[in-house]
């Protein structure tokens, strides 16, 4: 089992950045695939980006060009990078960790972009 557990979040500007990361326990993190995604209030919690064991990465298309999955096996991390930020991204953000039907998910952490 994985415990995660996020940070990073809070305000900023249109067209700023922002950095979420999010640290894993338990063991053998580097099996699993990793993820971020975002849920508003009364809708469905949906994709930002993947990124498997491998190394291969996913990305929503409202995530592309704009967003950078990476994962640091080592340090048991998953960070995504958010440039040029838009009002739309302004979410709850969750770290996702998978494999085989086992999913473990973060406490979210809020985004807010402001114009």
């Known amino acids: 089992q994985v415990q995660l557990v996020e940070s990073g979040g809070g305000l900023a500007q249109v067209g700023g950045s922002l950095r979420l990361s999010c640290l894993a326990s338990?063991?053998?993190?580097?099996?699993?695939?990793m993820g971020w995604y975002r849920q508003a209030p009364g809708k469905q919690r949906e994709l930002v980006a993947t990124?498997?064991?491998?190394?291969?990465?996913n990305y929503a298309d409202s995530a592309k060009g704009r967003f950078t999955i990476s994962r640091d096996n080592a340090k048991k991390s998953v960070d995504l990078q958010m440039n040029s930020l838009k009002p739309e991204d302004t979410d709850v953000y969750y770290c996702y960790a998978g494999r085989l039907g086992y999913s473990s998910w973060g406490q979210g952490t809020q985004v807010t972009v402001s114009s």
């Open positions: 338990g063991s053998q993190f580097r099996i699993y695939t």
């Open positions: 990124i498997t064991s491998g190394g291969t990465t």
